[in-house]
């Protein structure tokens, strides 16, 4: 039954208003977030997540998420800046940044839509980095350069600061996006149109990696903080250092005024302007001294005559007269009292001329602190009075230090009185200062015992309102009440026997942008999201993987039904799929085993079908047939090694070689077939080289067999020239130099790319046309990185190859090159084509019948006598009863294997050479065959020289012992 219309357009409308509202107030909340992460004293939100919201929900809900990011942005900054609408221009600046944020959702939207779509494959690490390139790193652009611009038109945001506050918009508005949209897809799947895509472990990584990116930051923030308070506080006592030291500079300026006058009975204006004007001029705070004579009332008369004298010598006119001030402060005549306090000499002279003679103390708040100064016998300030100055004024202080004669036994009219200095408080707080003013600060030097209320002698720029707190901060200071201002720092400076008190704030828990707590977080946020995204891509590969493993384990499922004799090898590859590095290397001992015992028929038979040949023909038969069993050997071998190596059990040997041998076998090797392509083969020394080095002589040859084998195989004309060079370390350790340079096909970049990959050549037609496994450079590389040297190749795509590699190796001792010469010697009594000479049979114990024929063909025709048996058991009762030079002894046998074989002859007592003959080719059947008890391995298919060399070494060896 379907649903009325209206009643689907209700629907309709109650789904628009949910997600209009759902929307809006997503975006105040994360607005809030972000705010909160914006810090003083820019207040730069340097993380704003509303802007990933914005775009989810322009992207899912269309007009309505529009609708509601517009109402949200108005929310939030209403309610953050606490915006009144007193007039509609009240509403212009909230209004353009809404629009903006609307504006770069709609954007972001449309940007997404065009280039990866929505929804999409959130899986696809090619769409996330264009849905993050578009939809974060571009759409931001809108906001951040609409709104700054606004707010830069409408004068709230100075030039010099337009780039770095539009950086840190686009910034906060893309790592908002970046870091937001992963938890949204894994939070809300169906809303986001995503499957469900594990998401428990992405919650869990981004809630973890989150919380500790939120920690490190306080962490950070905390620590910045402290930094920046104790910057303030050390700014402070500087500052009050600084003051404290002028202050007292001026005072010991005082004393030496004092002594000055004291010491000149009959001192004329000229001396004291001259002794005074170079002290003013080092000092530009003082804006006047002077010496104010104490002088009792009954001595008043004389004085003045006495001061007029002085006067009338240096030529001033009208003389000098003792004046006062009354209640309005205009000058007048004297009045006798007990005592008054006379400015008797001045400087600068000139512009403080009318106030000669004048008595300080007829002024009542002069004349307190003149008797507090007397008093107390030390220098005491004036509250604050108004100085003029080149038509500027600027508030001061009279510094009064009294001085009296008859403490050190004389006495004259000029015998006491005030050493006095006018204080210009704005230089001195200049001085202070000295430009180091910390920003973001505010400072007030302040008097309190000025009058009722503390006198402000001086504050730095600032509101009235802030310089009212700051007067009531020294309060909360004081009664240690709550702190009126993040920072505050409160110090007394003594002025004589007086106390000032310097008074510096700061509005905001950060004196500048704490830019590296901000780096940490965007760099940590940032992080977040990109590994948000990481992990939904990987958990979308795992499913899709998983979703392809399940439809191939059903086809299976489905085709055991219907296949049932098959059910057991299906079940077997399943096993083996899952098997561990163990499995792996006993499949592969187990493969090679089984491979090599049918190839040592097929070598050991063509090898004697050339021997015995009767015809061209057949020797030709028999030889192909031995070249190709060879070449499979080699294919057999190489993949083999390259098991080894990924499996981490490849092991190098560490013996005495010759390097002449080395370059002798190669020659021997590749001669014939390098003569058959026509091309030039050369080995030749780079430098001087030792004849014997320690190192694994096998492993050295296969990677130059490797090498030499390329370079002619891809060489069609021209040559090709090994080159070996040797560079002594000291006296124990030496480096070794390959290179194989050929005049080839050569190699493109991308060829040499790849050159190291396993199971790959240049291209495919390579393999058609030259063969190969592709393994070749591969286990090149490794062996060489095995023996701890460096590889590197040159090439250029028709102009031919240079390979080079570098090992280190160990330089022959010369114990060591004894041993190797008389190897050498022994190996000479035995050249090819020779038979073996050996005092007895040998028993050769082999269960297959094939290579019991084989083997037992290729002893006699190295003039060996034979027996044979099938099995250990036999083997144990065949070497009781009869005296053996050697046992040829394979390991792999019905009834009892060659190892228990091995360990029950051991067990007699018996000394007999014991050789594992085997296909069974891996290091640790090496290894396990010596913790037998065998003496030697000599693994199937073998070369007629091989078997040649091991019954010589161990058949004299024998005969020596039985001599």
Not at 26 to 31: A, H, I, K, W
Not at 279 to 284: D, E, F, G, K, Q
Request: aromatic share 8%; net charge negative.
């Amino acid at each position: 039954m379907q649903q009325a219309p209206d009643a689907r357009s209700n629907m309709h409308w109650k789904k628009y208003l949910s997600a209009l509202v759902l929307t809006a107030l997503g975006y105040f909340l994360l607005g809030l977030v972000g705010k909160s992460a914006a810090m003083p004293p820019e207040h730069v939100a340097i993380f704003w997540p509303a802007a990933g919201l914005a775009l989810a929900a322009v992207l899912v809900y269309g007009s309505a998420g529009l609708i509601g990011v517009f109402i949200g942005s108005l929310a939030v900054t209403f309610y953050t800046t606490s915006v009144f609408i007193a007039s509609p221009n009240d509403l212009v600046l909230p209004v353009v940044l809404g629009i903006g944020a609307t504006l770069q959702a709609a954007v972001g939207c449309w940007l997404v839509c065009r280039t990866c779509g929505f929804p999409f494959a959130y899986h696809r690490a090619s769409k996330v980095v264009t849905f993050l390139t578009f939809g974060a790193l571009l759409s931001a652009l809108v906001n951040a350069t609409l709104s700054t611009l606004t707010i830069w038109f409408a004068g709230y945001l100075p030039t010099e600061s337009l780039l770095v506050v539009w950086m840190n918009w686009w910034a906060g508005d893309a790592v908002g996006i970046i870091f937001l949209l992963p938890w949204l897809v894994v939070s809300f799947p169906r809303v986001m149109h995503a499957p469900a895509q594990k998401s428990r472990l992405v919650l869990l990584s981004l809630t973890g990696i989150t919380a500790g990116i939120v920690v490190l930051s306080l962490l950070a923030t905390q620590m910045e903080q402290n930094r920046q308070e104790q910057a303030f506080a050390n700014n402070a006592e500087r500052i009050a250092s600084t003051l404290d030291g002028e202050l007292g500079n001026i005072i010991d300026i005082l004393h030496g005024l004092a002594g000055f006058v004291a010491s000149h009975e009959t001192l004329i204006p000229e001396e004291f302007e001259e002794y005074t004007a170079t002290i003013m001029l080092r000092n530009p705070l003082l804006n006047g001294l002077s010496w104010n004579a104490r002088v009792a009332g009954s001595d008043l008369r004389e004085f003045e005559a006495f001061m007029q004298q002085r006067y009338r010598d240096s030529g001033y006119e009208p003389g000098f007269t003792v004046s006062q001030r009354n209640s309005a402060g205009q000058v007048e005549p004297v009045t006798l009292r007990d005592n008054h306090v006379v400015i008797s000499y001045l400087a600068p002279f000139a512009i403080n001329k009318d106030v000669l003679g004048l008595d300080v103390a007829s002024q009542t708040s002069r004349k307190e602190t003149l008797e507090a100064a007397w008093v107390a016998k030390n220098a005491i300030p004036t509250p604050p009075i108004t100085l003029s100055h080149g038509g500027e004024t600027q508030l001061g202080v009279l510094l009064f230090l009294p001085y009296s004669a008859g403490n050190y036994g004389t006495s004259g009219l000029l015998s006491d009185g005030y050493a006095t200095a006018v204080i210009r408080l704005q230089e001195l707080a200049e001085i202070a200062l000295s430009g180091e003013m910390l920003s973001n600060t505010h400072l007030a030097l302040i008097d309190p015992d000025a009058g009722t209320e503390p006198a402000v002698l001086y504050h730095t720029p600032m509101a009235d309102d802030t310089l009212r707190s700051l007067v009531a901060s020294r309060q909360s200071m004081l009664s240690d009440d709550a702190a009126l201002f993040p920072m505050q720092a409160r110090h007394v400076l003594r002025v004589g026997g007086r106390a000032w008190e310097l008074i510096q704030v700061s509005d905001h828990e950060f004196l500048s942008q704490p830019w590296g707590v901000h780096l940490l977080l965007i760099a940590g946020l940032l992080f977040t999201g990109l590994l948000g995204w990481f992990i939904i891509i990987l958990a979308g590969h795992t499913r899709e993987v998983e979703y392809q493993v399940e439809n191939r384990t059903r086809e299976l499922t489905n085709a055991n039904a219907r296949l049932q004799e098959s059910e057991k090898e299906l079940q077997e590859a399943r096993d083996i799929a899952v098997q561990s590095d163990q499995a792996k290397s006993d499949f592969l001992a187990n493969m090679s085993h089984e491979i090599r015992t049918p190839m040592n028929a097929i070598i050991g038979l063509s090898s004697l079908g050339i021997q015995q040949h009767g015809n061209p023909d057949s020797y030709e038969k028999f030889y192909r047939i031995n070249q190709s069993g060879e070449m499979l050997l080699g294919i057999i071998n190489t993949i083999l090694d390259f098991s080894k190596i990924e499996a981490g059990k490849l092991e190098l040997e560490s013996e005495v070689f010759s390097l002449p041998d080395i370059l002798r076998r190669l020659d021997s090797m590749f001669r014939t077939q390098a003569q058959e392509k026509e091309l030039s083969l050369v080995f030749k020394f780079a430098g001087k080289c030792d004849k014997y080095y320690v190192g694994d002589a096998l492993r050295l040859t296969q990677v130059l067999v490797n090498l030499i084998g390329n370079a002619i195989k891809f060489t069609p004309q021209g040559e090709v020239e090994v080159t070996v060079g040797a560079q002594n370390l000291d006296e124990n350790e030496a480096r070794l130099t390959w290179s194989v340079k050929d005049t080839g096909i050569g190699m493109s970049e991308n060829q040499l790319e790849h050159l190291f990959d396993a199971f790959s050549q240049a291209d495919t037609s390579t393999s058609r046309e030259y063969g190969g496994t592709g393994l070749g450079m591969t286990i090149s590389q490794r062996l060489v990185e095995a023996m701890q040297g460096c590889f590197s190749v040159h090439s250029e795509l028709g102009k031919g190859t240079v390979m080079s590699f570098t090992v280190p190796l160990q330089r022959a001792s010369n114990a060591q090159k004894s041993a190797a010469k008389a190897q050498q010697h022994i190996d000479s009594l035995h050249p090819v084509g020779e038979k073996v000479q050996l005092a007895g049979r040998v028993l050769l114990v082999e269960d297959n019948p094939i290579n019991q024929t084989v083997i037992e063909e290729q002893l006699r025709h190295l003039g060996v006598s034979v027996d044979v048996v099938e099995n250990g058991q036999q083997a144990v009762e065949a070497v009781a009863a009869h005296d053996y030079v050697l046992v040829l002894m394979d390991v792999q046998m019905p009834v009892m294997d060659g190892y228990q074989a091995t360990r029950e002859i051991r067990r007699t007592g018996n000394t007999i050479p014991i050789i594992a003959l085997t296909a069974a080719a891996m290091v640790e059947d090496k290894q396990k065959a010596r913790a037998a008890g065998m003496d030697d391995h000599l693994g199937k298919p073998f070369r007629e020289r091989e078997m040649r060399h091991l019954l010589a070494k161990w058949g004299q060896r024998q005969h020596a012992d039985r001599d």
